[in-house]
């Protein structure tokens, strides 16, 4: 009876679950992606940061999103439908930009997102269109001058990026011990930093600036290259190449220097 | 193919069970203390809302309604995030045991007031003549009885604490929802995260709902 009852919950359970998968599966297959559903909207789909000043930023007061990245997007749009207007912006945090990707909500994500091995097994990237070290936020008042100071401190990283691999790395070899604390925004980390929950806040340096003020500093410490690049769904190979030629173009026509320069990215 | 759940996501995920391990540990263990915690905190003000004097049931109906009527997410921000500015810094444990102890601690309140309530007075004014003191009457004669009425919304409410100590998440906890935002995050396999995460939630929840569901026939056959 206990047996038999068990096996149903269990049979249900699969069931349940194969549903959910198959439903996942449909929805992905009927939507028109790739260049050709582009083009038939008439509009490309790109998320964007909204928290990242300079880079995707939404103006609270204007209630737009604008930034270098934000700029990229535009030069998307131009390349693909020829006309850098036709962008419809979503805002994605580190946890969302990958199911929005995968179910076709976005086509594109240039949102501060770094290259890495395990991640180009997901999602095509273009070449990057910006190298970054990480760096390191603290209050002026905390007396940390190097990470070697570090010993014991507590880190606040955001969820999803890379830094705190690359803050672990350096820790093994100073041989000290760092405790990472995990946030899902910049906001967050910010916030845990005033009120003293972290020592320092970590993100790539481009991100910091944003985020220094009267109380705090950025130490000079550098670590591992992040290389941002722009995302889009694996298996839309067309995509991805006039993704990527289109970085290239930038890069290689200097448009891009002069977007750094716009926006006041070192 | 590149589903979401892809085969190699779930070897990834396997490979790394420890990481879902350590957070379900701390998951656990939140829920124990926090339960413990609120169910003391609930019998203690739940009494109070039934008792006599104004001054008692004032202090139980204040605590109730502040904590009921304001969100978890926004007393936890507040134990994190603000308390530090006074010069009080808790550690994310005990602060995660307190947060959700002290909410459902004004939902079990509520749930012991009712079955108190539910308790004929003449109960109480016999056990009083009877020379028992409020507190006496109340462990001897009343909760007792009232136990039976109060089981079955107190394991929703166990349930549900389990459910809630997730919100540790979002101020770096260490609980079990943290950790599969992290290593999901970092490599973007959140399909099989998610699940396995579902399922172990799953797996605290219903041998719990069950076991009440036990009690909770075995208290009607006694009646």
């Known amino acids: 009876m206990k047996i038999k009852k068990f096996t149903k919950v269990l049979s249900a359970l699969t069931l349940a679950s194969s549903l959910v998968l198959a439903g996942c599966a449909s929805s992905t297959a009927t939507k028109a992606s790739g260049i050709q559903g582009i083009k038939e909207r008439g509009v490309v789909k790109v998320g964007v940061k909204v928290d990242v000043p300079k ?18 997007a535009r030069a998307m749009a131009k390349k693909i439908l020829g006309d850098e207007s036709k962008i419809e912006m979503q805002a994605v945090t580190a946890k969302t930009r990958g199911p929005l990707l995968d179910s076709g909500e976005v086509d594109l994500v240039i949102a501060t997102f770094t290259i890495t091995e395990e991640r180009k097994k997901s999602y095509n990237f273009s070449q990057p269109y910006f190298k970054d070290g990480v760096g390191l936020l603290v209050k002026k008042s905390s007396g940390l001058k190097s990470f070697k100071d570090f010993n014991g401190k507590k880190v606040g990283v955001a969820q999803s990026a890379t830094s705190k691999n690359a803050l672990q790395e350096a820790a093994k070899k100073d041989s000290i011990n760092v405790q990472f604390l995990e946030f899902s925004s910049y906001p967050e980390i ?44 694996k298996g839309n190979d067309e995509l991805a190449k006039i993704v990527d030629e289109t970085v290239a173009e930038m890069i290689q026509s200097g448009d891009r220097d002069k977007l750094l320069a716009k926006w006041g990215i070192q | 193919m590149n589903s979401p759940f892809a085969l190699f996501k779930w070897q ?85 045991v307190l947060a959700v102890g002290v909410y459902h601690g004004a939902y079990i309140a509520e749930v012991v007031r009712a079955g108190i309530e539910s308790i004929p007075k003449g109960q109480k004014e016999a056990a009083v003549s009877q020379g028992f003191t409020f507190w006496e009457a109340m462990y001897y004669i009343i909760l007792p ?3 039976k009425v109060i089981y079955p919304p107190l394991t929703n409410q166990a349930v549900n604490l ?58 009607v056959a006694k009646a």
Not at chain 1, 208 to 230: M, R
Not at chain 2, 19 to 28: D, I, Q, R, S, Y
Not at chain 2, 181 to 189: F, G, H, M, Q, V
């Open chain 2, 162 to 219: 389990i459910k809630n100590t997730s919100i540790l998440a979002v101020v770096a906890g260490g609980d079990l929802l943290y950790h599969a935002d992290s290593w999901s995050s970092n490599n973007l396999y959140y399909g099989p995260a998610y699940m396995i995460t579902g399922v172990l939630y799953f797996l605290l929840c219903f041998p719990l709902a069950k076991f009440a569901r036990q009690l909770e026939l075995r208290e």
């Open chain 1, 190 to 233: 910010n916030t845990a930093l005033n009120s003293g929950r972290v020592d320092a806040f970590s993100v790539d340096k481009a991100i910091l600036f944003g985020y220094l003020d009267d109380s705090t500093e950025i130490l000079p410490d550098s670590f591992a290259e992040q290389e941002y690049g722009v995302a889009s769904k």
């Open chain 2, 145 to 147: 009885q009232a136990k």
């Open chain 1, 55 to 72: 880079f995707g930023y939404k103006d609270s007061k204007t209630g737009k999103i604008d930034g270098f990245e934000v700029d990229i």
């Open chain 2, 12 to 96: 990834a995920l396997f490979q790394d069970w420890t990481v879902f391990a350590e957070g379900f540990g701390v998951t656990l263990l939140t829920s124990i203390l926090a339960l413990s915690l609120s169910i003391l905190l609930g019998c203690v003000f739940g009494v109070l809302g039934t008792a006599e004097g104004k001054a008692a049931k004032s202090t139980s109906r204040v605590y109730v309604e502040f904590i009921q009527n304001t969100p978890l997410m926004i007393q936890v921000f507040i134990l994190y995030h603000g308390l530090p500015h006074l010069g009080i810094v808790l550690p994310v444990f005990p602060l995660g």
